[in-house]
């Protein structure tokens, strides 16, 4: 299939694009750099083009089979501070995308969702059933494109994956592309910029959740296997499948104190941490239930321990300092 992945210079997008090549799929990359890199395509095309662009959208989408819908702000404490960024860039663009795979008749889109769109879950693990009650702009942008995908399957025929991510880590199992966010936000690479003498120390944010050690729980999937998930729902579109939300997980958590000291253990060096208040809209748990995919899609993550997961970032991460990749 030749497919349009939107947000393909992205992190995860960049994996998902060496998937689908791998499994004999032309990805064509779609971004407009904002957030992505050039040197993360290395698997099909870059088009330089924004969503928000509905002529270009119209052209870019001919003689396309399907469509990963990655492109999107993916802040939680930005989108509180501007909301109107996050229903702008993943809401209302996500639409010109839709009404552009209308008009070129092409009937297939995975899109990249989020375990945001639960909030505060009152069930963990989550299952999809669990309401979807999204506590900030973040969650409820990507709320509103799934209730969209929905109401253009029922007028338009549509087919549709959308797939909840629960928290994407690690790089790359052959070692060629990997994490870099500006700013970055999330635990792994600030704990291994701390032991990489890259910033002073990282934030613990709450030291008293109800957890075993304190700190908060998260549920962390290897990008390599996030990455095959979009490729089997592809082909799980193309077989027939019908139309679903799914999560993207493990089904199981670490807190925030062992995450740290597996990166400290795998690094060999100390990670210097200062205590922080929680942030406000942070559970104290979030852990999938991902029977679904893996029911449906036939899909397993095979590489989500914990010690694969920070070994592979940690490698990631060494080699783009010693290239120069690295910005301070």
Known sequence: ???????????????????????GHQPIVVDNLSMGHRWAVRWGPLIEADL???????????????VIHLAASAYVGESVRDPGKYYRNNFANSIHLLDAMVANHVQQIVFSSTAAVY?????????????????????????????????YAR???????????FNAAGADLGGEIGEMHSPETHLIPLAIYAALKL?????????????????????????DDLAEGHVRGLEYLQEGGQSAAMNLGVGRGY?????????????????????????????????????KAKRLLHWQPRHSDLETIVTSAVRWHRQALESGLHRD
């Open 255 to 291: 807190s925030v104190r062992s995450v740290i000291d597996v990166v400290q253990r795998i690094s060999g060096a100390p990670v210097c941490v200062k205590q922080a208040p929680r942030r406000p809209g942070d559970p104290a748990e979030l852990v999938a239930a991902p029977d």
């Open 52 to 66: 928000a662009d509905r002529a270009r959208l119209c052209e870019l989408l001919k003689g396309v089979d399907a």
């Open 155 to 165: 007028a338009h025929g549509l087919r549709w994956l959308s797939l909840r991510y």
């Open 199 to 223: 910033r002073p120390h990282i934030e613990i944010y709450g030291d008293d959740y109800p957890t075993p050690d304190g700190t908060a729980v998260r549920d962390y999937i290897h990008v």
């Open 1 to 23: 299939m030749r497919v349009l992945v939107t947000g393909g210079a992205g992190y995860i997008g960049s994996h998902v694009a060496k998937a689908l090549a791998r499994a």
């Open 119 to 151: 909030g505060e879950p009152e069930q963990v693990p989550i299952p999809e059933t669990e309401k979807r009650r999204p506590i900030n702009p973040y969650g409820e942008s990507k709320f509103y494109v799934e209730e969209a995908l929905a109401a």
